[in-house]
């Protein structure tokens, strides 16, 4: 059993693995490194690495900083895991199986949230800490040993990824690192509830490392009075100013963004909710995806019908925008978007 007291690894690239053990040989590094991304998750099965070495080695540093401690899995396939971290903190990921079969690991990126939209389970809990590189890299391992090789992975899970960006860009760097995983950049999203310096700083990093990572805005409404009300972020982060960011983004990488929009029941489903979403998307390129808001205990939205979501939605096509309603998954087990919120810090 590992030493919890060792630093972990994961999280390293193959030069600061070669650094923290003391590694004379470079490529011992890049070999510790492959090894993480296969699946090891201690060194006794780094076969290529001498017995000597490995039980040396083991007394230097331990693979994982964290631990699943559990798993729930619903009946259209979606696992939901809740971890524990070096501190005793606790977050969770979730595995998302679409009708084509292609899984997508949605991954936390902070213990809780300090954005406090309204109609969000996470929202309630305020944000206890970032996580590490290595913290949100073991997320995505741990679902992978669950369901095998993953296609995609969104920074959709617990917290506001734009406030841990560092950490995400490093997560990012390890996953596409051809040593390793070799994760495709173009199957990387990030979701923000819209922090408009966060969208042009995500942007200019895009720019200056070419790594690819897809941006989704979570929009909700394109009612100023609606969304400052149901997302208090948007009182600092005004629609005109957030349209600004989001044409930034698209003029300097050339890709679509993505913008959500949280169905509420009576609420964001009118005319008057789909006129604002057009006259907001003008002049972008963009693609809107509704989400069906997913019951919270203790929020009183209702979740709109079937009848309500497609009218909504045919407003949208009818006046000629890109949109789409998302099938919901998880919800069974509170794994579905917005749901998460099991946490002890």
Known sequence: MENDSLPPLVGLEP??????????????GRQIFQWIYRGADSFSGMTNLSKKDRETLSKKARIYSSSVTEKQKDSDG????QITLDDGCSVETVLLTDREGRKTACVSCQAGCGMACAFCQTGRLGLKRNLTAGEIVEEFLYLEK???KLDNIVFMGMGEPLQNLDAIFKSVSILTDKQGRAL????????????????????????????????????????AKLRESLMPVAKSNPLPELKDAIKYYIEKTGKRVTLEAALLG??????DGAESLKEFTEGLDCHINLIPWNPVPGLEFKTPSAAECSRFLKMLTDAGLNATLRTRRGSSIAGACGQLGRISC
Do not use: M
Request: hydrophobic fraction near 35%; aromatic fraction near 2%.
């Open 15 to 28: 030069d600061e693995i070669c650094s923290l053990l003391n590694l004379a040989q470079g490529f011992r």
């Open 78 to 81: 979606t696992i939901k895991l």
């Open 146 to 148: 669950e369901a095998g």
């Open 184 to 223: 495709s950049p173009r199957r990387i999203t990030l979701s923000t509830c819209g922090l408009i310096k966060g969208i042009r700083e995500l942007t200019d990093k895009e720019v200056q490392t070419g790594i690819g990572i897809r941006l989704a805005v979570s929009l909700t409404t394109a009612d």
């Open 266 to 271: 009576g609420i964001n489903t009118g005319r």
